[in-house]
């Protein structure tokens, strides 16, 4: 079997905060989806997984990776979007602070990043690069990618033509899948 399985890392003490590139381990509840995960795919097999480098994706590979046997290459590539002053917040921590721009941000979302976050287009640009490489490699091999909900919901749209609403209810559970054929399909490639 070919083609990338996209996996979300499983859950961390900041569940429900602006997480981005902030980096908590897993946590037990996250420890115990990953087993469950794995037992779902006992038909699966990967000759490669790819990571996000925070430690929150690179635990859930880990664990994957002795499950399966497989190597695990890490990339910054793969990390979700940098939500700058946001990091570590939860969304009525951040109405607090500055209730202004956060009214500011839901109006023109996904367009106006968090205050020195990353924006929307760098944030996309960088993980089709390196989604459009990985679909090159899975061409001839299985590879699980190890990641975050909001990389995930840019291939779902992106790569594979989901709405916003399809790639979010797809994503929002921890430990969440979905297959990504290992062609790269004229028209729909991550250029």
């Known amino acids: 079997m070919t083609g ?20 908590p381990p897993i946590n037990t509840a996250g420890q115990r ?7 779902t795919l006992t038909s699966d097999s990967f000759d490669e997984i790819y990571s996000s480098d925070l430690r929150r994706a690179v635990d859930t ?3 994957l990776s002795h499950a399966f046997a497989a190597s695990i290459t890490t990339t910054s590539s793969l990390r979700e979007i940098h939500f700058g002053d946001w990091e570590g917040l939860t969304w009525t921590e951040i109405e607090n602070r500055d209730p202004d721009y956060a009214r500011q941000w839901i109006e023109a ?18 993980v089709l690069r390196q989604v459009n490489r990985l679909l090159s490699l899975a061409e001839s091999k ?4 190890i990641t975050h909900g909001g990389v995930m919901r840019v291939v779902l749209c992106s790569v594979l ?8 209810e797809v994503t929002k559970p921890y430990c969440s ?11 729909r490639s991550c250029q």
């Open 4 to 23: 990338l399985l996209f996996i979300r890392h499983a859950e961390t003490d900041m569940a429900g905060a602006f997480c981005g590139h902030s980096d």
């Open 33 to 39: 989806q990953v087993v469950h995960m794995i037992s």
């Open 61 to 63: 590979a880990t664990l």
């Open 109 to 126: 979302f996904p367009n106006l990043p968090a205050p020195n976050g990353e924006s929307i287009i760098a944030f996309k640009d960088r």
């Open 142 to 145: 299985r590879i699980a990618v």
């Open 161 to 168: 033509g989901h709405t916003d609403q399809q790639a979010w």
């Open 177 to 187: 899948s979905f297959d990504c054929p290992g062609l790269i399909i004229p028209g």
